[in-house]
Every structure is written in structure tokens, then in C-alpha cells.
């Protein structure tokens, strides 16, 4: 699926596939993490059933600004993570959504276009 951007000054999500996300066009094959202010870094997952409570304690200072809000995309279908992972983030008071990631980076393109402090942490399963 092809996507469109509105507002050209974010990190957005310009279409992604089975296997692959591209970012401003970048088109990348391994996990990553985004925010709207321009970070992008991979992320050093490529398993569901290899995620840790560091994955998604990382996030907490990926911007200057802590999110308000991640976003994690689980993959090609929807899976429910222990909450034991999200204890940092539930600790500083940041609020998580998890989806597929097909749905995940079409929400993420939404919430960072209206200018929230939102993170993606998108699973891309090798």
C-alpha cells in the first residue's frame, strides 16, 4: 500500500509492504523505531518472541521531549504484549497502542501529522 504524506516536515511513513517499511521514501527491511522529529533507528529485534522490557525502555529517550504515546506494531498480526515489558513506560506515565504493524504505521502517520509526541516501534519480522 502507497501512502501519502500531509505535512512534509515530519518523519512520515510513505508506504510499506510484507517485510519492508519506507520512511521518507528510505524503504528499510529490519525493525525500526520513529518519531515525527526525525528520529529513526533500527531496532534491535526481529522477533516477537525476542522482545524485552530494555526494547521498550529505550523508548523513553528517543526524543528530547518524552512521547506521549507508543505505538508498537507487533508484526503481520496483531499480538498482545506482557505488561512486565511496558513497566517503564507505564512508570513514566506514557500510554502504549499495539497493532498490527500495517496498522500501526498508518496510525502513526495520523497522530504525527496533527503534531503529537508519538513513537513507532515497528516489528518487521526476519
Known sequence: MKL??????TQSITAYGDGWIAVNGQRHTQSLVLA???QLITWSCGRFEDLTAAHFS??????????????FGS?????????ALLSGLMGQRI???TMDTAAACRTYNI???????????LLIET
Open 4 to 9: 501519502h504524506a500531509d505535512k512534509l516536515d
Open 36 to 38: 515525527p522529529s526525525g
Open 58 to 71: 529505550m523508548l523513553i529517550g528517543i526524543t528530547t521531549e518524552a512521547p506521549e504515546l507508543v505505538i
Open 75 to 83: 508484526g503481520s498480526r496483531l499480538r498482545f504484549l506482557q505488561p
Open 95 to 97: 500510554g502504549t497502542e
Open 111 to 121: 497522530l504525527a501529522s496533527e503534531g503529537r509526541r508519538v513513537v513507532a516501534a
